[in-house]
């Protein structure tokens, strides 16, 4: 089952609220997508052909411009970029992709989200849940998992955590996939690519990043994303897609040009972001709750010192609906995930309801 299908109860009971649901259960954008944007698409609609694969020298040219703009990130060349129908897309295959199995194994975070381990076990790779290099002992992983700015904590690696992730992984020949969708929405702490010079000394042998212009951008509509590093992993993903027909329209890919080049509309929408986070914060602090890591991306990660289900109860009575904590592992049982997803209107009514 869907995970978010078993929230059904707590569902009905939000939207019970006099007035109205706060649904913070989901990272789904909800502000309008820049006009820049939705005028690339238009004007690219009437394209009859087949897209590339591989995605048009303009997108691939503008990743990595936005990449070294937006993140620091240099050294890549264009055919090390191969854009992707949403990264959670690209999650779910990669390591079918990659032609992974039984004998393999993936790890990832302790506390992750799902569709790392459902993109494994579709390949028919084992799963290891791990934070620490420690924790593997001697075993050889095909593929290790990071997500900085986590989903769901929000927290934030280190360059010397990352550092010795990558020299572990290059000593053994494991490949890194690093989703990064939440780089640019750092509050407390600035977060680094895994692709960033100061992480790889500017050598992309290994690595692959991941990014999403769901959340920078408010396209998860348009599924947008492309993925970078690697190019000789870059390019084996791209002769498997050609075979699988897995192509990003033509007109999606134009859009995606306007948004790489545009960073005014980038910095609307964090700042956006910022205001709904600067508002919420506080008032789940003043309602007792604990707010942990959150110190970037789209989620604060909170807990009541309860099983998540009785928070999610007690929430929904509000008519505040978030996600239970042990969607994203074990470790989540006492924790959920307030996403900072919901119009301006909506997060003050969420304030409102927990200070009142």
């Given at each position: 089952?869907?995970?978010?299908?078993?929230?059904?109860?707590?569902?009905?009971?939000a939207?019970?609220?006099?007035?109205?649901?706060?649904?913070l259960?989901?990272?789904?954008?909800?502000?309008?997508?820049?006009p820049?944007?939705?005028?690339?698409?238009?004007?690219?609609?009437?394209?009859?052909?087949?897209?590339?694969t591989?995605?048009?020298?303009?997108?691939?040219?503008?990743?990595v411009?936005?990449?070294?703009?937006?993140?620091?990130?240099?050294?890549l060349?264009?055919?090390?970029v191969?854009?992707?129908?949403?990264t959670?897309?690209?999650?779910?295959?990669?390591?079918?992709?990659?032609?992974?199995?039984?004998a393999?194994?993936?790890?990832?975070?302790?506390?992750?989200?799902?569709?790392?381990?459902?993109?494994?076990?579709?390949?028919?790779?084992?799963?290891?849940?791990?934070?620490?290099?420690?924790?593997?002992?001697?075993?050889?992983?095909?593929?290790?998992?990071?997500?900085?700015?986590?989903?769901?904590?929000?927290?934030?690696?280190?360059?010397e955590?990352?550092?010795?992730?990558v020299g572990?992984a290059?000593?053994?020949?494991?490949?890194?996939?690093?989703?990064?969708?939440?780089?640019g929405?750092?509050?407390?702490?600035?977060?680094?690519?895994?692709?960033?010079?100061d992480?790889?000394?500017?050598?992309?042998?290994?690595?692959?990043?991941?990014?999403?212009l769901?959340?920078?951008?408010?396209?998860?509509?348009?599924?947008?994303?492309?993925?970078?590093?690697?190019?000789?992993v870059?390019?084996?993903?791209?002769?498997?897609?050609?075979?699988?027909?897995?192509?990003?329209?033509?007109?999606?890919?134009?859009?995606?040009?306007?948004?790489?080049?545009?960073?005014?509309?980038?910095?609307?929408?964090?700042?956006?972001?910022?205001?709904?986070?600067?508002?919420?914060?506080?008032a789940?602090?003043?309602?007792?709750?604990?707010?942990?890591h959150?110190?970037?991306?789209?989620?604060?990660w909170?807990?009541?010192?309860?099983?998540?289900?009785d928070?999610?109860?007690?929430?929904?009575?509000r008519?505040?609906?978030?996600?239970p904590?042990?969607?994203?592992?074990?470790?989540g049982a006492?924790?959920?995930?307030?996403?900072?997803?919901?119009?301006?209107?909506?997060?003050a009514?969420?304030?409102?309801?927990?200070?009142?």
């Open positions: 089952m869907f995970p978010w299908d078993t929230l059904a109860d707590v569902t009905a009971t939207r019970a609220h006099p007035d109205g649901i706060v649904d259960s989901v990272g789904t954008p909800v502000d309008p997508v820049a820049v944007i939705r005028e690339a698409l238009a004007a690219a609609s009437a394209a009859p052909g087949y897209p590339t591989a995605g048009t020298a303009a997108l691939r040219e503008a990743a411009a936005a990449l070294a703009r937006r993140y620091g990130i240099t050294g060349a264009p055919d090390a191969l854009p992707v129908i949403g959670k897309e690209l999650i779910a295959w990669l390591p079918t992709l990659l032609g992974l199995g039984a393999d194994t993936v790890v990832v975070p302790e506390l992750a989200y799902p569709t790392y381990e459902v993109g494994a076990l579709l390949a028919g790779a084992a799963v290891v849940r791990a934070d620490s290099l420690t924790q593997l002992g001697p075993s050889v992983p095909a593929l290790v998992y990071l997500n900085s700015p986590s989903n769901p904590t929000g927290k934030v690696l280190g360059v955590h990352l550092r010795k992730v572990w290059r000593e053994r020949g494991v490949l890194v996939a690093s989703d990064e969708c939440y780089l929405l750092g509050w407390d702490t600035a977060p680094l690519s895994v692709l960033h010079p992480v790889c000394d500017g050598d992309h042998t290994g690595l692959l990043a991941l990014h999403s769901s959340k920078t951008s408010s396209l998860a509509g348009y599924r947008a994303g492309f993925v970078a590093g690697d190019s000789a870059v390019a084996e993903l791209l002769a498997v897609r050609k075979h699988a027909g897995m192509m990003v329209p033509t007109p999606v890919q134009a859009a995606m040009v306007a948004a790489l080049d545009d960073d005014g509309h980038e910095r609307e929408q964090r700042a956006r972001y910022a205001r709904r986070r600067e508002q919420l914060l506080p789940l602090r003043a309602a007792g709750f604990t707010v942990d959150s110190e970037a991306g789209l989620y604060l909170a807990t009541r010192g309860e099983p998540c289900r928070t999610l109860a007690w929430l929904a009575e008519g505040i609906l978030v996600a904590g042990e969607f994203y592992g074990p470790r006492q924790h959920v995930r307030v996403a900072l997803t919901a119009t301006d209107e909506r997060i009514a969420a304030a409102a309801r927990l200070t009142s």
